[in-house]
């Protein structure tokens, strides 16, 4: 039962570095979603897919690249880390949009 | 566009006590979800609100939506310590033309014995 799976859950960048944040769901959920965690500041969306080969920009999405090639990953690529990008990221799936969103574990970044 | 705020932002309360925590949102949302996060993990769905005067409850904790005055809120009877937590409302214009998920920013509840 893996659910949502992130990884890594914590990584160190420096300014200026690129990455990928990698999500797998196993649930055949069609819709999937990034969101960053900052205090005070609740989760913001990134980017969300309803389905492969569909990607569309949510509330925070500069500096961040989203693909979904299949059904079962979701990768948030970062193309030039900032100090502004260190948060926690989370990836969640659903059904189909508007179902239950179900979390990965997040995954710390740290941009220095 | 959609925003949504919760308040009380943080809230401290004694084992026993009740309390709520409100949850507005600016524009029509056919759904409101709630959701509870424990400090340094993964959020957990607690319930899924989909018309105007849902009410779900499940131990200590009773949601409700009133789509006309575009608010939930989440009631809290008699708390316990293992209820401490932040718990966080999402809205989403269903059937809209974006497909968008938003949170609030949360609200700490710290239950004091």
């Known amino acids: 039962n893996a659910g949502v799976t992130q990884t890594p859950k914590f990584q160190v960048l420096k300014t200026g570095q690129s990455m990928t944040l990698q999500c797998a769901q196993d649930m055949n959920h069609e819709y999937m979603s990034w969101y960053r965690q900052d205090p005070g500041m609740g989760l913001r969306l990134i980017h969300y897919s309803v389905g492969a080969g569909i990607t569309d920009q949510g509330e925070v999405p500069n500096g961040y690249n989203v693909s979904r090639s299949t059904t079962e990953d979701f990768p948030l690529r970062l193309l030039s880390a900032a100090p502004s990008q260190t948060s926690v990221y989370f990836c969640?799936?659903?059904?189909?949009?508007?179902?239950?969103?179900?979390f990965g574990e997040g995954s710390r970044l740290t941009v220095l | 566009e959609l925003k949504v705020e919760q308040n009380p932002l943080f809230l401290s309360m004694q084992e026993g006590k009740n309390y709520t925590i409100y949850c507005n949102y600016s524009?029509?949302?056919?759904?409101l979800y709630w959701y509870r996060q424990d400090p340094g993990k993964s959020l957990e769905s607690l319930f899924v609100l989909l018309s105007n005067g849902a009410v779900k409850q499940e131990g200590r904790l009773m949601a409700s939506l009133d789509t006309k005055a575009r608010l939930s809120t989440l009631h809290i009877t008699a708390a316990v310590h293992d209820l401490s937590a932040t718990y966080f409302c999402a809205a989403t214009n269903y059937g809209g033309a974006t497909n968008k998920l938003i949170f609030g920013t949360g609200t700490l509840l710290a239950v004091q014995p």
């Open positions: 969640a799936s659903s059904y189909n949009f508007g179902g239950e969103l179900f």
């Open positions: 524009t029509t949302s056919d759904r």
